[in-house]
């Protein structure tokens, strides 16, 4: 099977940008003729139709991925001049359902090409006939390969059509796209091989808990609640028909798309009893040809549920032409992970079950899933750090002071309230957990500390003391105190990855318990004030919630934990953490005990 991507067989309208006027058979001798051959960008605009819909009348993902396929491979041709094959396509993330009776449009150009590779970026958008309302519905990039013809040499000439801005922000940013492919491969590698940390804090975690609700279903006469992956496990068979076939012979990349989503999906409503959403696609990742005659056995399972919100499905594909089909010897062409969350059509949001695995090879799929999802994360930061976002600081003046002081808490309280936390990382007396809601990130920091909750509340409280145990507070200076429990602090923190160091203004707002058994508050977000002015030196930025919540464990103990709904300004900080190759967020917890155990008695007096 070759993973070209190419046309299919039907009616399918390409059109080029700046193209619409006349006909193909007279502009070659014109300007018009000139503009078409110019264009970088190729178009396509398909009327969806009932042909190419799921049992919900939503668009299937599988016929959006041919279309995908099919306008990504003509673009690479256009710039090639040369037969082009698809070797990956990559993060692609569904942010609108499709519709029947609506118009897609999607549009594919090169944005740079290397020695024998190119990346071509793809932007899908879907139009509403009866208002006209545009839509984004994905942004995907796909990795082609040109094809020598004979022993030619491939060397791909550069991009040098670059007229808008964002010709040149996408031409720079696919050097930046293709040197981290290349990072997460060596990541992936890396944190697989400290999979033994990944077990300790995950794999025992969820045995041991499992072993817990199994003796506990067995004294209850109830089963565990955890659904063993091989549940889902699926196979299924194609046979590659002259239908199936691309412009140059080999099986379709699109439609080998189309059948691995058609085997996630059944695997991942095995889990679920119903169908869930493809929310986005980690990998199609493209190893070898296949081509008319060929046998493809497709497998799919289930590797992890995350959050009881989202779970990945691993699919592999296999090729046998009629000999290897004889002698049982696949070819392995084709493997992709697809993340698909609970549907919540319904008023009440629905969710995953847990699942465990039943044997080594399932507990690599366990622990690989995690890996995944941590670069994801990592990819994540990288989207976050250049989203625009709008103001999130409030101006302070004595007018809106109480409001602003009980938004600051509700806003801590309702954050740690969330359901969905996952552990990221555990070691003694300290476990980070994080939790992805839409565009929201957020992490907790647990802290077990050998101190009373009341120490812990005074310490923590006054910020001027943070410099001494958290190494990303090069200062915090007392703005403005308005009373007891509210104090305005100006933080400046250290410079990361040769940026302007950072600033933050803050509103302090602390509580104490109304009753026994209740949280020590401690709440921060950021607010405007006027004599603290932005200062060229520094680059400001936004706190939205954050802060400490701490809790009684027993006389002597306390639980602390630190919550904090992600920035842009606040991710540089904790970027390394949420990708698994850093561990600032454990040693700046480890400090924190550290401090909190061993502050002096002339400290905890001076409150």
């Known amino acids: 099977m070759n993973p070209d991507s190419s046309v299919l067989n039907g009616t399918v309208d390409i059109v080029n940008e700046g193209h619409l006027n006349g006909t193909?058979?007279?502009?070659?001798?014109?300007?018009?003729?000139?503009?078409?051959?110019?264009?970088?960008?190729?178009?396509?605009?398909?009327?969806?139709?009932?042909?190419?819909?799921?049992?919900?009348?939503?668009?299937?993902?599988?016929?959006?991925?041919?279309?995908?396929?099919?306008?990504?491979?003509?673009?690479?041709?256009?710039?090639?001049?040369?037969?082009?094959?698809?070797?990956?396509i990559d993060d692609i993330q569904f942010e609108e359902t499709v519709r029947v009776g609506q118009i897609i449009n999607i549009k594919a150009k090169v944005n740079r090409a290397f020695n024998t590779s190119m990346e071509v970026g793809i932007r899908v958008v879907v139009q509403d006939v009866l208002t006209g309302v545009l839509k984004r519905v994905c942004v995907a990039y796909s990795t082609f390969?040109?094809?020598?013809?004979?022993?030619?040499?491939?060397?791909?000439?550069?991009?040098?059509?670059?007229?808008?801005?964002?010709?040149?922000?996408?031409?720079?940013?696919?050097?930046?796209?293709?040197?981290?492919?290349?990072?997460?491969?060596?990541?992936?590698?890396?944190?697989?091989?400290?999979?033994?940390l990944l077990k300790g804090e995950f794999s025992q975690n969820y045995s041991f808990l499992f072993c817990v609700c199994a003796l506990v279903g067995v004294a209850n006469g109830k089963e565990s609640s955890q659904i063993s992956t091989e549940r889902t496990r699926v196979q299924s068979i194609e046979l590659v028909l002259p239908p199936h076939a691309?412009?140059?012979?080999?099986?379709?990349?699109?439609?080998?798309?189309?059948?691995?989503?058609?085997?996630?999906?059944?695997?991942?409503?095995?889990?679920?009893?119903?169908?869930?959403?493809?929310k986005s696609v980690d990998m199609f990742k493209f190893r070898g040809p296949s081509s008319v005659g060929d046998r493809l056995v497709f497998k799919a399972i289930v590797n992890n549920t995350f959050q009881k919100s989202s779970l990945e499905v691993g699919v592999r594909v296999e090729a046998y032409d009629c000999e290897e089909w004889t002698r049982g010897k696949a070819r392995h062409i084709n493997s992709a992970f697809l993340i698909y969350n609970a549907s919540s059509d319904k008023a009440q949001t629905q969710t995953f079950p847990s699942v465990k695995y039943t044997s080594k090879d399932g507990q690599r799929r366990y622990l690989a899933a995690i890996v995944r999802k941590r670069i994801r994360l990592a990819r994540?930061?990288?989207?976050?750090?250049?989203?625009?976002?709008?103001?999130?600081?409030?101006?302070?003046?004595?007018?809106?002071?109480?409001?602003?002081s009980y938004n600051n808490v509700a806003a801590l309280t309702v954050l740690a309230g969330k359901h969905g936390w996952e552990v990221n990382s555990s070691q003694p007396k300290i476990r980070v957990y994080m939790n992805e809601e839409l565009d929201t990130l957020s992490v907790q920091v647990e802290m077990h500390v050998t101190v009373s909750s009341l120490q812990a509340f005074f310490l923590l409280s006054d910020l001027s003391?943070?410099?001494?145990?958290?190494?990303?507070?090069?200062?915090?200076?007392?703005?403005?105190?308005?009373?007891?429990?509210?104090?305005?602090?100006?933080?400046?923190?250290?410079?990361?990855?040769?940026?302007?160091?950072?600033?933050?203004?803050?509103?302090?707002?602390?509580?104490?318990?109304?009753?026994?058994?209740?949280?020590?508050?401690?709440?921060?977000?950021?607010?405007?004030?006027?004599?603290?002015?932005?200062?060229?030196?520094?680059?400001?930025?936004?706190?939205?919630?954050?802060?400490?919540?701490?809790?009684?464990?027993?006389?002597?103990?306390?639980?602390?934990?630190?919550?904090?709904?992600?920035?842009?300004?606040?991710?540089?900080?904790?970027?390394?953490?949420?990708?698994?190759?850093?561990?600032?967020?454990?040693?700046?917890?480890?400090?924190?005990?550290?401090?909190?155990?061993?502050?002096?008695?002339?400290?905890?007096?001076?409150?």
């Open 24 to 88: 193909a058979g007279d502009s070659s001798g014109t300007e018009e003729g000139k503009s078409f051959n110019m264009m970088p960008e190729v178009e396509m605009c398909q009327s969806v139709l009932p042909c190419h819909a799921n049992h919900k009348g939503g668009l299937s993902a599988g016929q959006l991925l041919k279309w995908i396929d099919i306008i990504a491979c003509l673009a690479a041709e256009k710039h090639a001049g040369l037969p082009c094959v698809t070797a990956s």
């Open 246 to 278: 691309n412009h140059h012979g080999n099986t379709f990349g699109g439609q080998i798309m189309a059948w691995m989503e058609n085997a996630a999906t059944v695997a991942a409503s095995r889990l679920y009893g119903t169908y869930p959403t493809l």
């Open 465 to 607: 003391l943070r410099p001494s145990w958290d190494r990303h507070y090069s200062s915090c200076e007392e703005v403005q105190v308005v009373n007891e429990d509210d104090k305005l602090y100006h933080i400046t923190c250290p410079a990361v990855n040769k940026d302007k160091p950072r600033d933050f203004v803050v509103l302090m707002s602390r509580r104490q318990p109304c009753k026994e058994g209740d949280s020590y508050i401690i709440a921060l977000r950021s607010v405007t004030v006027a004599s603290v002015p932005p200062d060229p030196d520094y680059m400001r930025s936004e706190v939205l919630c954050a802060g400490f919540l701490i809790k009684d464990a027993s006389r002597a103990t306390c639980k602390v934990s630190y919550y904090n709904q992600v920035t842009s300004g606040v991710l540089p900080y904790i970027a390394g953490n949420l990708a698994g190759w850093s561990k600032s967020m454990e040693e700046t917890a480890s400090s924190c005990i550290e401090f909190l155990e061993n502050v002096t008695d002339q400290k905890i007096c001076a409150f």
């Open 145 to 196: 390969v040109a094809k020598p013809v004979g022993t030619q040499k491939i060397h791909l000439k550069p991009v040098d059509c670059l007229t808008t801005a964002e010709d040149h922000l996408e031409y720079a940013l696919a050097s930046e796209r293709r040197r981290l492919r290349l990072y997460n491969e060596d990541a992936f590698t890396k944190l697989m091989q400290d999979s033994h």
């Open 380 to 404: 994540y930061c990288h989207i976050l750090s250049s989203k625009e976002e709008g103001p999130l600081s409030v101006p302070w003046d004595k007018s809106n002071q109480a409001y602003l």
